[in-house]
């Protein structure tokens, strides 16, 4: 498999992945941005044949998982906050 072909893959999985963010998420809107550049540059003849190059696409697919870990991070902090609540109302 040549290196457009890889990115591609590593592109349609972030796709899948950036779809499955909560709509509750602070994320969600900056992902479906990324989700939109993605499937545009995806759709295009098929990026195989596109003029974007392997680099930007590269970055594009970095801003998305970037973008995946701090939506992560603000699920933990949620549930540690609801974790938090939760034993305070137990031991009331």
Known sequence: MDRKARISKKATI?????????????????????????MKILSQDGFLNSRISSHQLETIIQDGYTIL??????????EKFMTEELLKKNDD
């Open 69 to 78: 870990n701090n939506a992560a991070r603000e699920i933990k902090g949620q």
């Open 14 to 38: 972030l796709l899948d992945r950036l779809e499955r963010l909560s709509a509750d998420s602070g994320w969600a809107h900056r992902a479906s941005g990324l989700r939109g550049a993605l």
